[in-house]
């Protein structure tokens, strides 16, 4: 899909190039920055090995980023599985749904731990006219984040209570169908002989046994694991013009302006497992739940840059750009059976508008004719997206999680990348 899309941004460039004008020699422009390098003194004439053409002279140049982001943390805290079981039908406590255990948190989605920057590559390629207008179509991919956490039957420093009920986990999923009945009897606690403490009408301590199928009813009701996976993705294209407005011989103010596309991509997914008394597991025995937001943005962007030439082959530049982009959100929740046997989901659409302002820092090298070299620092905001506050509708029959406003989100990093011109 991506050597599809920017098959079609390079067309989509060439389309636009040859309905411009040609107009008097003067310096052009590439991603932001000076890219005459054959138009501004001190710089050398050596070249590649390679077809390179003139940067002051029209045609066509490529080039590539490669960049470390971060991007805002907007995944609610929630708490997925807490220790211990619940009595569905009240045969060990006398009270149906009692929990019996120190009902502490096991899971939550916190435990995903600190977020970090991931990679991205930027491709690029653009014509640039002789009198420095240039057309670019690109697009920056990063590379999925994934972040992992569980809770299993072990609680920490194997610290529980006699009746090993700690070694249990519980989530309070309901309205559920027969399906996700689990096993009858759950491992070392149901299957086995349950010796519980009791008084007796003389204050006396006495132990009780229960036997019994379906006391802890459901997948969900002494689970064995819970594992959470947690994926976000980012994905921007743009195809622009920039177009000089005053120039020196070593400055330039220049417009930006074109159209954009970003998506936003996050995934949750949780499994829960429960065990019968032989310690084996079914595909009944365990229950999936995902919930994606995805929400892709579209619309026109404007801005202003500056560039100054430094001497000595280097150069700076800075970008400001704003932008009105429509959001077109997808929320997806779903339940269903390891075995497939059984299901429910959750869709919804939705449309907003989304403010996005960008900013771009950069430092320029030219090496040798026909290549440019590029370290910067790009930050790009977005207003009035979504987020998951809370992921996980525990009502199957009406899966609800809660999805909330994200105010503000930022996407920020350093990228290095290199430009070459034919």
Excluded: C
Excluded at 383 to 389: A, C, H, P, S
């Amino acid at each position: 899909m991506r050597t599809r899309l920017l098959g079609g941004l390079a067309a989509l460039a060439a389309v636009f190039t040859t309905a411009l004008p040609g107009r008097a020699q003067s310096p052009g422009l590439y991603s932001g920055g000076l890219s005459d390098s054959g138009g501004l003194p001190g710089l050398p004439s050596e070249t590649l090995p390679l077809p390179l053409g003139n940067p002051g002279s029209q045609g066509f140049y490529i080039y590539g980023d490669l960049g470390y982001y971060f991007q805002s943390q907007t995944l609610g805290n929630q708490v997925v599985a807490r220790r211990g079981l619940v009595d569905s039908t009240g045969a060990i406590t006398g009270t149906p749904g009692t929990l019996i255990g120190s009902g502490d948190p096991a899971l939550t989605t916190r435990d995903f731990g600190r977020r970090g920057y991931v990679p991205a590559l930027n491709l690029g390629i653009g014509y640039k006219t002789t009198d420095g207008t240039s057309i670019t179509g690109r697009y920056l991919a990063f590379s999925s984040a994934s972040y992992n956490a569980s809770a299993t039957l072990v609680p920490q420093g194997f610290r529980g209570s006699q009746d090993l009920a700690d070694t249990f986990l519980t989530s309070p999923v309901f309205n559920f169908p027969p399906q996700y009945a689990g096993p009858a009897r759950k491992t070392a606690f149901e299957g086995s002989t349950i010796v519980r403490p009791f008084i007796d009408q003389n204050g006396n301590v006495q132990l009780t046994q229960v036997l019994g199928d379906g006391l802890f009813y459901g997948v969900w009701n002494g689970a064995s694991t819970s594992v959470l996976s947690y994926k976000t993705d980012y994905q921007e294209a743009e195809i622009g013009a920039r177009v000089p407005l005053f120039q020196t011989e070593k400055s330039r103010i220049y417009a930006l302006g074109g159209a954009r596309y970003n998506w936003f991509f996050e995934r949750l997914k949780w499994i829960t497992t429960s065990f019968d008394v032989d310690g084996g597991s079914l595909p009944s025995y365990s229950a999936e739940y995902t919930n994606t937001l995805s929400q892709r943005l579209y619309g026109p962007y404007a801005g202003v840059g500056h560039d100054v030439y430094l001497g000595s082959r280097f150069a700076v530049s800075s970008d400001l750009t704003g932008a009105i982009l429509l959001g077109v959100i997808k929320e997806r929740a779903k339940y269903k059976l390891s075995d497939n046997s059984a299901s429910n989901k959750r869709s919804v659409n939705e449309l907003r508008l989304v403010p996005s302002a960008g900013a771009n820092l950069n430092l320029w090298w030219y090496p040798i004719q026909g290549v440019q070299v590029r370290l910067g620092y790009s930050a790009n905001t977005f207003f009035n997206t979504k987020n998951i506050e809370q992921p996980i509708g525990f009502n199957m029959g009406a899966i609800d999680p809660i999805y909330g406003d994200q105010a503000f989100r930022i996407i920020h990093g350093m990228n290095f990348g290199v430009g070459l011109f034919f």
